[in-house]
């Protein structure tokens, strides 16, 4: 039998699935990223820890065969936009800096032209976060140490070279580096002079689905695969579960439900994801549609500082978190007794002011567990429907969904997701989705399926459809409501 792999290096989690060719999962792993964190809102983590960790769940999915050597190839699709520094000899000189870190947040930009960021890099300006920020503020704050820097990477082109000895970068993910021209796909020179930096101090700029390298000798007995299996350059993580779902076509729109809530649409033509200060991915360009995304960022971190608040303080002995947010909003009608949550609560300040925290369990503390929970749901799902509703009067119109993501797995939260859109919901590879991308991608890229559309008839799965219920109307009063409190004059 012939297997492939695919890795979804999340921001909070390592996922990987051992995928058939006749496209039966045959076993998933996953593993939770080990963030180091400070007072002073600096995210990183260990780079060897991270390759290590990568190696963990590599040895449990070829474990799961009888022979490494009938896993024909790997791929990975990765939250990147992290940053990584190192010297002459490709040590790290640095841990991997987080694109959550706010070292930077603060940081007045006076070498580039901000206006000009979003058309060149596909991405707007991220108020100081992601690479290019982290690059500016090392630059000025760590000259010295800086100065020692002979090469500039993200943590997937970091996992390239440890299983393979070669700096390579897909020019999907290269879009968080922030420096690159995402239309020429190459690297900017302007912004590489304000950095001080030349193209020899970065990784090489190839397409998703090319070869990366071989696994080495070293690699092989790190992770248990066989010396010289193709590792195969994937994609962003959005792209890559629209891939693993199959919704890669104009009128489709993926919800990718992690860390940050992400809609993603294939669009015909970039200058609309320009004109709505989307962020954009080359996705199936030149060939086919570019792919542009609005984000929910870190709501999750949100959402659990209300749960960590409101509801899982008054439970001892939690065996499984989860499970108790989904039993507690189930016990809650729609509405959750008009219990409404700001979702455009500034989450650092949340983090850092004691004046604002209080304020806010000052105002909630008068509900039950079980309506702040569904509150919780309903403010994502609200403010899902409000992007959705921009992208429809901008010309971007969803004529279907496909949520993935933890939150696809409640049973709870797609069905107000399908009552509040109105939109057929499809549920198909859910936690998994941006694996089986990657899978579908070490399978394209290894010559075994021409491209996505075979490789995702072989091994993508079937949905399952959710369609809006009887509480579609009554969901449809109370986000009027909403909308008219939060989102209009947003």
């Given at each position: 039998?012939?297997?492939f792999?695919?890795l979804?290096?999340?921001?909070?989690?390592?996922?990987g699935?051992?995928i058939?060719?006749s496209?039966?999962?045959?076993?998933?792993?996953?593993?939770n990223t080990?963030?180091?964190?400070?007072l002073n809102?600096?995210?990183?983590?260990?780079?060897?820890?991270h390759?290590?960790?990568?190696?963990k769940?590599?040895?449990?999915?070829?474990?799961?065969?009888?022979?490494p050597?009938?896993?024909?190839?790997?791929?990975?699709?990765?939250?990147?936009g992290?940053?990584l520094l190192?010297?002459?000899?490709?040590k790290?000189?640095?841990?991997?800096?987080?694109?959550?870190?706010?070292?930077?947040?603060s940081l007045?930009v006076?070498?580039?032209?901000?206006d000009?960021?979003?058309?060149?890099?596909?991405?707007?300006?991220?108020?100081?976060?992601?690479?290019l920020?982290?690059?500016?503020?090392?630059?000025?704050?760590?000259?010295?140490?800086?100065?020692s820097?002979q090469?500039?990477?993200?943590?997937?082109d970091?996992?390239?070279?440890?299983?393979?000895?070669?700096?390579?970068?897909?020019?999907?993910?290269?879009?968080t580096?922030?420096?690159?021209?995402?239309?020429?796909?190459k690297?900017?020179k302007?912004?590489?002079?304000?950095?001080?930096?030349?193209?020899g101090?970065?990784?090489?700029l190839?397409?998703?689905g090319?070869?990366?390298?071989?696994?080495?000798?070293?690699?092989?007995?790190?992770?248990?695969l066989?010396?010289?299996?193709?590792i195969?350059?994937g994609?962003f993580?959005?792209?890559?579960?629209?891939?693993?779902?199959?919704?890669?076509?104009?009128?489709?729109l993926?919800?990718?439900?992690?860390t940050?809530?992400v809609?993603?649409?294939?669009?015909?033509?970039?200058?609309?994801?320009?004109?709505?200060?989307?962020?954009?991915?080359?996705?199936?360009?030149p060939?086919?549609?570019?792919?542009?995304?609005f984000?929910?960022?870190r709501?999750?971190?949100?959402?659990?500082w209300?749960l960590d608040k409101?509801?899982?303080?008054?439970?001892?002995?939690?065996?499984?978190k989860?499970?108790?947010?989904?039993?507690?909003?189930?016990?809650?009608?729609?509405?959750?007794?008009?219990?409404?949550i700001n979702?455009n609560?500034?989450i650092?300040?949340?983090?850092?002011?004691?004046?604002?925290?209080d304020?806010?369990i000052?105002?909630?503390?008068q509900?039950?567990?079980?309506?702040?929970?569904?509150?919780?749901?309903?403010?994502?799902v609200?403010?899902?429907?409000s992007k959705?509703?921009?992208?429809?009067?901008?010309?971007i119109?969803?004529?279907?969904?496909?949520?993935?993501?933890?939150?696809?797995?409640?049973p709870?939260?797609p069905?107000?997701?399908?009552?509040?859109?109105?939109?057929?919901?499809?549920?198909?590879?859910?936690?998994?989705?941006?694996?089986?991308?990657?899978?579908?991608?070490?399978?394209?890229?290894?010559?075994?399926?021409?491209?996505e559309?075979?490789?995702?008839?072989?091994?993508g799965?079937?949905?399952?459809?959710?369609?809006?219920?009887?509480n579609?109307q009554?969901?449809?009063?109370?986000y009027?409501?909403?909308?008219q409190r939060?989102e209009?004059t947003?």
């Amino acid at each position: 039998m012939e297997y492939f792999i695919g890795l979804d290096i999340g921001t909070s989690a390592i996922k990987g699935v051992l995928i058939s060719i006749s496209g039966e999962e045959i076993a998933r792993e996953k593993i939770n990223t080990s963030f180091i964190e400070n007072l002073n809102l600096n995210i990183e983590y260990d780079p060897y820890d991270h390759y290590s960790d990568v190696c963990k769940i590599l040895n449990k999915l070829v474990n799961s065969v009888s022979n490494p050597s009938e896993i024909k190839a790997i791929s990975m699709a990765t939250a990147s936009g992290n940053t990584l520094l190192l010297d002459k000899n490709d040590k790290p000189l640095i841990n991997i800096i987080s694109w959550m870190d706010g070292r930077a947040a603060s940081l007045d930009v006076n070498e580039l032209n901000l206006d000009e960021v979003h058309e060149i890099v596909g991405w707007p300006w991220p108020r100081g976060y992601f690479p290019l920020a982290h690059l500016l503020w090392f630059k000025e704050n760590k000259p010295e140490m800086y100065a020692s820097v002979q090469r500039v990477c993200m943590n997937n082109d970091w996992l390239y070279y440890c299983l393979t000895s070669n700096w390579k970068l897909d020019n999907s993910t290269a879009t968080t580096f922030y420096l690159q021209n995402q239309v020429e796909r190459k690297w900017h020179k302007p912004y590489l002079e304000a950095l001080n930096l030349i193209e020899g101090n970065l990784s090489d700029l190839c397409r998703s689905g090319e070869l990366a390298g071989t696994v080495t000798e070293q690699a092989a007995v790190d992770t248990g695969l066989s010396e010289g299996t193709p590792i195969v350059l994937g994609t962003f993580d959005h792209p890559s579960a629209a891939r693993g779902t199959g919704f890669t076509k104009p009128g489709d729109l993926l919800l990718s439900c992690g860390t940050s809530w992400v809609g993603f649409y294939p669009v015909e033509d970039r200058g609309i994801g320009l004109s709505q200060k989307l962020l954009i991915d080359p996705f199936l360009s030149p060939d086919g549609p570019w792919g542009v995304m609005f984000a929910l960022t870190r709501i999750d971190v949100l959402i659990h500082w209300f749960l960590d608040k409101f509801v899982y303080s008054q439970y001892s002995n939690i065996t499984n978190k989860n499970r108790l947010f989904d039993d507690l909003a189930a016990e809650s009608d729609p509405g959750a007794e008009n219990c409404l949550i700001n979702p455009n609560i500034p989450i650092d300040e949340l983090l850092e002011s004691k004046e604002l925290q209080d304020s806010l369990i000052s105002e909630y503390k008068q509900y039950s567990p079980s309506i702040i929970t569904r509150a919780l749901m309903e403010m994502t799902v609200f403010k899902i429907r409000s992007k959705i509703d921009q992208m429809t009067s901008a010309g971007i119109k969803a004529e279907r969904i496909a949520m993935v993501g933890g939150p696809s797995e409640s049973p709870i939260w797609p069905q107000i997701m399908a009552d509040v859109t109105g939109l057929e919901l499809n549920m198909i590879n859910g936690q998994t989705a941006g694996a089986v991308g990657a899978a579908m991608m070490a399978g394209i890229g290894s010559g075994y399926f021409e491209n996505e559309s075979d490789a995702f008839e072989a091994v993508g799965g079937e949905a399952k459809i959710i369609n809006p219920s009887s509480n579609k109307q009554i969901y449809q009063s109370i986000y009027d409501g909403y909308f008219q409190r939060y989102e209009k004059t947003n």
